[in-house]
T-cell receptor
Framework: AQKVTQAQTEISVVEKEDVTLDCVYE???????LFWYKQPPSGELVFLIR??????QNEISGRYSWNFQKSTSSFNFTITASQVVDSAVYFC?????????????FGKGTMLLVSP | DGGITQSPKYLFRKEGQNVTLSCEQN?????MYWYRQDPGQGLRLIYY???????QKGDIAEGYSVSREKKESFPLTVTSAQKNPTAFYLC????????????????FGDGTRLSIL
């Protein structure tokens, strides 16, 4: 069975600090996808990134960066120079191999609080 | 703008009552999903549908029912058999490709918060 673990329930930082959100996953599939979503207080989930298991290159998008390490089954998310608007719950998710469709297994989320 | 619309935003259920949550998308996505979110928990899959007139149970389907009569609509009914329905419900949709190993990201609606009266 697939499993996603986000061990950090809540993280509090001060604006401009860097912060890393951890994600560890378990799967028996050799091909899979990993996702990060942001859930602001308004409730909707906002898609941030998708990464497939064949692509271990790290990715950077503005202040966001992701570190995918297959050897440790981790897909960590770093926010550089955090801002108050980054305050949200962040979910890591894993999808199975079903062709063409993504049935996601979510972690329990990490609540990030960025104070001014 | 394309997107997913969930209604109502807040819903109250009386004991023994069935209630239906609406989900409509205009993204032309084939696949649609319903998730339940409880405080401090991740999202758990209730039902999903890959194509019109077809749907599959997710991890926590008991006490829920769905229909998929139109591509753009995937309503969820919370039946009286669901003894603990208070939660935040999220609907999502995703596109598909003819190729394997190219799962498309899911796009989510704003959610419906269901409470018991």
């Amino acid at each position: 069975a697939q499993k996603v673990t986000q061990a950090q329930t809540e993280i509090s930082v001060v604006e401009k600090e860097d912060v890393t959100l951890d994600c560890v996953y378990e799967t028996r599939d050799t091909t899979y996808y990993l996702f990060w979503y942001k859930q602001p207080p308004s409730g909707e989930l906002v898609f941030l990134i998708r990464r497939n298991s064949f692509d271990e290159q790290n990715e950077i998008s503005g202040r966001y960066s992701w570190n995918f390490q297959k050897s440790t089954s981790s897909f960590n998310f770093t926010i550089t120079a955090s801002q108050v608007v980054d305050s949200a719950v962040y979910f890591c998710a894993l999808s199975d191999e079903t062709s063409g469709y993504s049935t996601l297994t979510f972690g329990k989320g990490t609540m990030l609080l960025v104070s001014p | 703008d394309g997107g997913i619309t969930q209604s109502p935003k807040y819903l109250f259920r009386k004991e023994g009552q069935n209630v239906t949550l609406s989900c409509e998308q205009n993204l032309n996505h084939d696949a649609m999903y319903w998730y339940r979110q409880d405080p401090g928990q991740g999202l758990r899959l209730i039902y999903y549908s890959q194509i019109v007139n077809d749907f599959q149970k997710g991890d926590i389907a008991e006490g829920y029912s769905v229909s998929r009569e139109k591509k753009e609509s995937f309503p969820l009914t919370v039946t009286s058999a669901q003894k603990n329905p208070t939660a935040f419900y999220l609907c999502a949709s995703s596109g598909t490709t003819p190729f394997a190993f190219s799962n498309q990201p899911q796009h989510f609606g704003d959610g419906t918060r269901l409470s018991i009266l």
